[in-house]
């Protein structure tokens, strides 16, 4: 399984950018469900979870202080979860990473695999 991301960049404050993790293969077991996730780590600060999004009917969630600026949705054509975001501010600079939790079969029981892209740099500045 293979994560890239796409679209990062540099952007005024109040601009918009859109972020496109494409993800290609496959787990080697059969797999039930996945969750594709975006994160962010600003300079200097941990790497937080900002929006995830269901396989199936797209359930999705987005970090509460972001939920008025960002949207998190799935492009199955190209198997890929963008993120919008709009209204940016020098607080959104940071290195952008997506990753793919899939709930596999092995043997009689259900686990876990998680994958990660390299990330892609989001800098918001005049």
């Known amino acids: 399984v293979q994560l890239v991301e796409s679209g990062g960049g540099t952007v005024q404050p109040g601009g918009s950018l859109r972020l496109s993790c494409v993800v290609t293969?496959?787990?080697?077991?059969?797999?039930?469900?996945?969750?594709l996730m975006w994160h962010r780590q600003p300079p200097g600060k941990d790497r937080e979870m900002v929006a995830s999004?269901?396989?199936?009917?797209?359930?999705?969630y987005v970090l509460d202080a972001v939920k008025d600026r960002f949207t998190i949705s799935r492009d199955d054509s190209k198997n890929a979860a963008l993120l919008q975001m709009n209204r940016l501010n020098a607080d959104d600079t940071g290195v952008y990473s997506c990753?793919?939790?899939?709930?596999?079969?092995?043997?009689?029981?259900?686990?876990?695999?998680?994958?990660w892209g390299q990330g892609t740099q989001v800098t918001v500045s005049s």
């Open positions: 293969g496959a787990p080697s077991r059969p797999v039930e469900s996945y969750i």
């Open positions: 999004i269901t396989s199936g009917r797209g359930h999705t």
């Open positions: 990753s793919a939790q899939y709930r596999v079969r092995v043997g009689g029981l259900w686990e876990t695999r998680d994958y």
